[in-house]
């Protein structure tokens, strides 16, 4: 008998070679298809925090322009040099903004963790979006801080751009 001659041994020997192979590539096109799966899932996952926090920006921003501040909102508020009671509640609304800006802290916080992600799944056009959000926090602070100071001025007449400039918490509306 010749150990070389072809028999039934050599023939499974190649079907199981076949079979591992079709396995194998089977395998491989699995793996791609989990893959783009957990990818998708990720872009779900990552879709829905954004859009919770899409729906919680209206929510914060009302919260942080409402016109209507009470004293306890800015009994903690610092005092200034020559600061009259008179000069505390005028002032007093504009710190309460930024107050609740500092409340609201971890939300702005989840902004700015998820903005990478965003952009990583979804595209550098994502950043606009988010830097619009960041502006409008930084100019609701930047006009607080300047209508306290502005408060603080016992010459400084209120005009209509003044009001308009920062109307949620402008003189007049209390």
């Known amino acids: 008998m010749n150990p070389w001659a072809f028999g039934w041994t050599q023939v499974f020997t190649l079907f199981g070679f076949g079979i591992t192979i079709a396995i194998a590539i089977g395998g491989f096109r699995s793996f791609e298809r989990w893959r783009r ?9 990552t879709a829905f925090d954004a859009l919770t926090i899409a729906h919680e920006t209206k929510f914060i921003f009302g919260n942080i322009r409402s016109p209507f501040a009470e004293g306890y909102e ?14 505390r ?26 903005q990478p992600r965003c952009m990583a799944l979804f595209g550098q ?18 006009a607080a801080q300047m209508l306290a100071q502005r408060a603080n001025d016992e010459h400084a007449d209120d005009n209509e751009d003044t009001r308009t400039f920062f109307p949620a918490v402008a003189p007049g509306c209390f």
């Open 37 to 45: 799966e957990k990818l998708e899932e990720r872009r779900i996952e």
């Open 74 to 87: 800015w009994v903690d508020m610092p005092k200034w040099d020559n600061d009259t009671e008179d000069k």
């Open 89 to 114: 509640n005028r002032r007093g609304p504009y710190f309460a903004a930024i107050k609740r800006i500092n409340a609201n802290a971890k939300f702005f916080e989840r902004v700015w963790a998820i």
């Open 125 to 142: 056009q994502v950043e606009h979006t988010f830097m619009k959000l960041h502006q409008a926090r930084r100019h609701i602070e930047v």
